[in-house]
């Protein structure tokens, strides 16, 4: 099993950053990919951004160009750097992880106010 807890959420202005960590325990030598998604209440969760143990980066068209997602070597951690945050990236941010063992985070919220 993988277990993920996430941290770095927290309220800003608009324009201001944020970056959330996401570590991972467990079996991390099977994950594959690491990835955020944020979910507001009564939506569907989406990607945010996500990346491959290959390096290979997806990001959401909405966040292109302001966040920036990384991990570290052994997939244990991954970041999520936010810059120039808008009211519209308030939402409940979820660490997800896949490989032979599929987990989610418990959440953290981030609330962007204008």
């Known amino acids: 099993q993988v277990r993920l807890v996430e941290s770095g959420g927290g309220s800003v202005q608009a324009g201001g950053s944020l970056r959330l960590t996401c570590a991972a325990s467990?079996?991390?030598?099977?994950?594959?990919?690491m990835g955020w998604y944020r979910q507001a209440t009564g939506n569907q969760r989406e990607l945010v951004a996500g990346?491959?143990?290959?390096?290979?980066?997806d990001y959401a068209d909405s966040v292109k160009g302001r966040f920036a997602i990384s991990r570290d070597n052994n997939m244990s951690t991954v970041y999520l750097q936010m810059n120039n945050l808008t009211p519209e990236d308030t939402d409940v941010y979820y660490c997800?992880?896949?490989?032979?063992?599929?987990?989610w985070g418990q959440g953290t919220q981030v609330t962007v106010s204008s």
């Open positions: 997800k992880v896949l490989g032979a063992y599929s987990a």
């Open positions: 467990g079996f991390i030598a099977r994950i594959n990919y």
């Open positions: 990346i491959s143990k290959t390096g290979i980066v």
